[in-house]
């Protein structure tokens, strides 16, 4: 009956994720939550899973819905005040790093959630590759689905603009459908008469 308790609180704890808000630095009609984020990542990837050859689909699943479990504890960092300096990623991997190490001791569980997120942030294996392509190119689909573009600031529309392409040239698979999110995030820009660079193609 402990384990079971343990369980239980642990599932109670999680709940933050459905009330930790992403994109602090943005305005509040961009904002989504952290479970919003993960599931969403979580339903491309099953979606698209007929299209990818040699991945294991379920496992890359599993990356995606415990790719953002620490933020139970730590809240979600927005990229962006990395990107001005605010905090380094550094920083941000040890918080989370903390994180995950406590919630590894708190339940049976734990050894197995803290591998997934590990195998997740070392991304060596193709299924990490995949999920965390995933994840950039969720993000991606949000600001489009906000109807999102940087207002007159050339930072956050650097860091829009090439979000994905570092993790999506990790897995070449997937550049056909960031081209195709790019081409709306083009359109997006030139609607709302921001200027799209030349070097923001993949």
Same mark, same amino acid.
């Not at 959630?113 to 995949?130: D, F, H, Q, R, V």
């Given at each position: 009956?402990?384990k $079971?308790?343990? #369980? ?9 994720? &459905?009330k ?20 969403k @990542?979580a339903?491309?990837? %099953?979606?698209?899973? !007929? !299209?990818? &050859? ?5 496992? @890359?699943v599993? %990356?995606? $819905? ?10 979600d ?9 605010? #905090? ?14 406590? #919630? &590894?001791?708190? %339940? ?13 942030? !070392? ?8 999920a ?11 600001? $489009? ?11 956050? @529309? !650097? ?21 195709a ?15 799209? &660079? ?5």
């Amino acid at each position: 009956m402990l384990k $079971l308790e343990k #369980i239980i609180d642990f599932f109670i704890e999680t709940e933050s994720l &459905k009330k930790t808000f992403r994109y602090s630095t943005c305005p509040e009609y961009v904002r989504d939550r952290s479970a919003d984020h993960s599931w969403k @990542a979580a339903f491309i990837a %099953l979606v698209i899973s !007929e !299209e990818v &050859k040699g991945i294991d689909s379920q496992r @890359a699943v599993q %990356l995606l $819905l415990v790719h953002d479990l620490a933020e139970s504890i730590t809240g979600d960092i927005d990229a962006y005040r990395i990107k001005l300096g605010e #905090i380094t990623k550094s920083e941000k991997q040890r918080t989370e790093e903390d994180a995950m190490a406590s #919630i &590894k001791e708190k %339940l049976p569980a734990g050894s197995f959630l803290y591998n997934l997120w590990k195998e997740y942030e !070392e991304g060596a294996t193709e299924e990490s590759k995949y999920a965390r392509a995933l994840d950039k190119i969720e993000t991606l689909i949000h600001l $489009l689905s906000v109807n999102f573009a940087s207002e007159k600031d050339d930072q956050r @529309a !650097e860091l829009v603009a090439k979000y994905a392409d570092e993790a999506v040239n990790a897995f070449p698979p997937l550049k056909p459908l960031l081209e195709a999110v790019k081409g709306r995030i083009r359109a997006m820009f030139k609607e709302k008469g921001f200027q799209w &660079k030349e070097h923001y193609e993949i």
